[in-house]
């Protein structure tokens, strides 16, 4: 099992795309998991034939053996001598000889973990042959261990249904529970004048060719984000194991609501790419999340999040920190509101920015800096033309 996003423990075999014999081909889609809080496809890192060892709806950890690709017998080699079980004679440590002894589990299958490729006791633990067990992650554990649907029951709040979550909202809730219980988190709020930003948006849109389109408000955040982030590189960091990791690249997460979770795919160097580049690639990153294609690489490697809920006409919210990132940006709608300018009450447009930070690496006055850069950088648009 490949780790397939970030924050990936373990995968569920949703389905396999090629069955067991099948002939496959490097780069050719296998099978469909659900990693972390996301359903995407993996491939072939090689040519043969597929022997699938891990079925439909099995939950494994990182690293477990979940099929082999067998070289075509043409391109085999001559087999090696019969081992302790009767299996080709794999190399092998002592403990994990034993264990097929004692289990019947059959060593051919395996590929070793130890130095040199020597297969050890926990490579014979974590396969799939006769006598061996498959571990579970705590994620299916804890869905398995869930009480079954309860009878609908009558009483002062009416019917009662108890639906159970899928396993993609288990780890979620997981996820968000551990950013709580964990992080020390504090938010900051701005307001921005969008008024220029409103104008350029009018401008672009008319100079749009045919079948392109202007870039959002979201699209100018990230941008603005991008560039503010390579300023203030603690805001492009996290709190790990008792210590500051800062990131080489700036990396946006883009928070897209899928079906039955939320989806966060990563809009990568988001400092260098232009902005008629960033509108392109979220709208395409966005769509791929709909359509349940989005890949591993691309929900991987985020430095920091934009969360917008502005389309659904909420005003201001603090979002929940990703625990491998030092801050995340929520985004409210667009408003049209009555402003002071000169002493005198006029129409304005404005919008709400909620900066969340973890208090270990962000402290109150680097952050403040940081959401003031962002605010001047959509309050004068132009600068996210020109860099």
Same mark, same amino acid.
Request: include cysteine.
């Given at each position: 099992m490949p780790r397939l996003s970030d924050s990936m423990e373990g995968g569920t075999?949703?389905?396999?795309?090629? =069955?067991?014999?099948?002939?496959?081909?490097?780069?050719?889609?296998?099978?469909?998991?659900?990693?972390?809080?996301?359903?995407?496809?993996?491939?072939?890192?090689?040519?043969?034939?597929?022997?699938?060892?891990?079925?439909?709806?099995?939950?494994?950890?990182?690293?477990?053996?979940?099929?082999?690709?067998?070289?075509?017998?043409?391109?085999?080699?001559?087999?090696? $001598?019969?081992?302790? @079980? #009767?299996?080709?004679?794999?190399?092998?440590?002592?403990?994990?000889? =034993?264990?097929?002894?004692?289990?019947?589990?059959?060593?051919?299958?395996?590929? #070793?973990?130890?130095?040199? #490729?020597?297969?050890?006791?926990?490579?014979?633990?974590?396969?799939?042959?006769?006598? $061996?067990?498959? !571990?579970?992650?705590?994620?299916?554990?804890?869905?398995?261990?869930?009480? $079954?649907?309860?009878?609908?029951?009558?009483? @002062?709040?009416?019917?009662?249904?108890? *639906? *159970?979550?899928?396993?993609?909202?288990? *780890?979620?809730? *997981? =996820?968000?529970?551990?950013?709580?219980?964990?992080?020390?988190?504090?938010?900051?709020?701005?307001? !921005?004048?969008?008024?220029?930003? %409103?104008?350029? =948006?009018?401008?672009?849109?008319? $100079?749009?060719?045919?079948?392109? %389109?202007?870039?959002?408000? @979201?699209?100018?955040? !990230?941008?603005?984000?991008?560039?503010?982030?390579?300023?203030?590189?603690?805001? @492009?960091?996290?709190?790990?194991d008792g210590a500051f990791e800062l990131y080489e690249r700036v990396n946006i997460g883009i928070a897209v609501a899928a079906e039955e979770s939320l989806i966060v795919p990563t809009l990568l160097d988001a400092d260098r790419k232009s902005l008629l580049d960033i509108a392109r690639e979220a709208r395409t990153l966005a769509e791929r999340v709909r359509q349940r294609t989005i890949t591993p690489a691309e929900l991987s490697g985020a430095t920091f999040t934009v969360f917008n809920l502005g389309m659904y006409g909420v005003a201001s919210f603090a979002a929940i920190i990703n625990p491998s990132q030092a801050a995340i940006l929520a985004v409210g709608e667009l408003r049209e509101l009555p402003v002071v300018r000169e002493g005198r009450v006029v129409p304005g447009v404005r919008m709400s920015l909620v900066l969340t930070c973890d208090h270990r690496i962000l402290y109150g006055a680097p952050a403040a800096e940081f959401l003031a850069r962002l605010r001047a950088l959509l309050e004068q648009p132009v600068y996210l033309l020109a860099s």
């Open positions: 075999i949703v389905r396999w795309l090629k =069955r067991d014999g099948d002939r496959v081909s490097h780069g050719e889609p296998l099978a469909e998991v659900e990693a972390g809080t996301a359903s995407v496809t993996f491939d072939a890192d090689a040519d043969g034939t597929l022997r699938i060892l891990v079925g439909e709806g099995t939950t494994v950890r990182i690293g477990q053996l979940i099929a082999r690709i067998a070289e075509a017998p043409s391109e085999r080699k001559a087999a090696p $001598a019969s081992g302790d @079980n #009767g299996a080709p004679g794999a190399k092998a440590s002592a403990p994990a000889r =034993r264990l097929p002894r004692e289990s019947g589990a059959d060593l051919s299958p395996l590929t #070793g973990s130890g130095p040199g #490729g020597r297969i050890v006791k926990s490579d014979v633990a974590a396969g799939s042959g006769p006598g $061996a067990r498959i !571990v579970k992650s705590d994620v299916a554990a804890s869905a398995a261990e869930a009480p $079954a649907l309860a009878r609908p029951a009558r009483g @002062n709040k009416g019917a009662i249904t108890i *639906q *159970q979550p899928s396993r993609i909202q288990v *780890q979620l809730a *997981q =996820r968000m529970a551990e950013s709580k219980a964990t992080i020390p988190d504090f938010s900051l709020r701005a307001e !921005v004048d969008m008024e220029q930003a %409103v104008a350029l =948006r009018e401008q672009l849109r008319k $100079a749009a060719r045919s079948g392109e %389109v202007a870039p959002s408000y @979201n699209e100018m955040v !990230v941008k603005a984000c991008g560039l503010a982030l390579r300023e203030h590189p603690l805001a @492009n960091a996290a709190y790990r």
